[in-house]
């Protein structure tokens, strides 16, 4: 069967594409597993080679995800799976508001329709957010079925697109699913526009020996998930019978609530316990990212992912030393 991840050369693009390799196969929509012999990852813009751990099954492509022909080309098999990551994210979005649109909304419609003109019913696993919820009504704590209220552009084209994966799997053209993601950690390289970025940032850097400017208050807390265990969980959801998820496709993830004084202490311990020397943490609030990181909830339970067996990170040393085994010992 083909995969096609959207959004693919991201970093949990890249870290699903290594680990759906090693795997080999995956459910297609015979409904048995089938081997895995094409995969695309397509982007607005592509490495000039594949990165490490990528064999010749894959395919880099370049371009536009709401430009339908390059889409429906991509999407050319009926035994085809696709994960549709691709999208601007939180802060970009705040800064242009039509590009959003175009690449969120209209991309995440071409790749639908692109799914719904294979034969049969083909898996499409869509890329949510936290920041689907919001609002002055909000609870500190959400489930599955808390209303989402979002305040920014980038979490209303995510409850869109969750509702168009609900709609055109209830018309029988796909079967969807949505993962509603906490903040994944811990993403390595140079950061990105989401405003999230700050809870990768106050490992990574310091880790490096770098100084971290901190844009939060040290009583700021989010959901988080270690990048290991929301790849595991990508995939199971992927792999879940779709009788088992019900109507309602969307998922939140396992996650840990964590504050920013929670993810230092924790910083502290691991190093201390490997002997590595951090870089120093500067605080400097930066009131547009608070503003957004203070619209999200505290706590996201996710009890319907559990029971679909999706996993938990044990701590945060732990998603802390699996950073290090991954990226600074490898």
């Known amino acids: 069967m083909k995969v096609v991840i959207t959004g693919g050369c991201g970093f949990i693009g890249v870290v699903l594409a290594r680990r759906l390799l090693q795997r080999g196969t995956l459910t297609g929509p015979s409904g048995a597993p089938e081997p895995i012999d094409s995969m695309v990852l397509f982007d607005a813009v592509v490495p000039d080679q594949r990165p490490p751990g990528l064999d ?3 395919e880099l492509v370049a371009g536009d995800v709401s430009d339908r022909d390059t889409v429906f080309g991509l999407v050319d098999r009926d035994d085809v799976s696709v994960f549709h990551f691709a999208s601007v994210v939180s802060a970009g ?3 242009d508001f039509d590009l959003a649109l ?3 909304l209209d991309g ?6 692109a799914a719904r003109a294979r034969a049969g019913t083909p898996r499409v696993l869509f890329l949510s957010s936290v920041a689907t919820f919001g ?3 909000m609870p500190s704590t959400v489930s599955d079925t808390t209303k989402q209220t979002p305040q920014t552009t980038y979490g209303m084209t995510k409850v869109i697109g969750e509702l168009m994966i609900n709609d055109y799997t209830r018309k029988g053209f796909i079967d969807g699913r949505s993962a509603r993601l906490p903040t994944i950690v811990i993403r390595p390289g140079r950061p990105n526009a989401a405003a999230s970025g700050f809870a990768s940032g106050i490992f990574r850097e310091p880790l490096g020996g770098e100084e971290y400017v901190l844009p939060v208050t040290s009583d700021t807390r989010v959901a988080i998930l270690g990048i290991r265990s929301c790849v595991a969980g990508l995939i199971a959801l992927h792999e879940a019978d779709g009788a088992a998820i019900g109507d309602d496709r969307a998922l939140n993830l396992p996650n840990i609530s964590a504050s920013v004084t929670d993810m230092i202490d924790a910083l502290t311990r691991v190093a201390a316990e490997d002997g590595r020397e951090l870089g120093p943490i500067t605080p400097r609030p930066d009131p547009t990212v608070q503003a ?3 619209g999200w909830p505290i706590v996201l339970e996710a009890d319907r992912a559990l029971g679909l067996g999706l996993p938990r990170d044990e701590s945060l ?13 490898a």
Do not use: F, K, P
């Open 102 to 104: 175009r690449v969120n």
């Open 317 to 329: 040393d732990h998603i802390i030393r699996e950073y290090i085994e991954d990226y600074l010992e």
């Open 56 to 58: 010749d099954r894959v």
């Open 135 to 137: 609002g002055s009504a």
């Open 108 to 113: 995440g419609r071409t790749v639908l329709e």
């Open 93 to 95: 979005g705040e800064l």
């Open 292 to 294: 957004i990181i203070g």
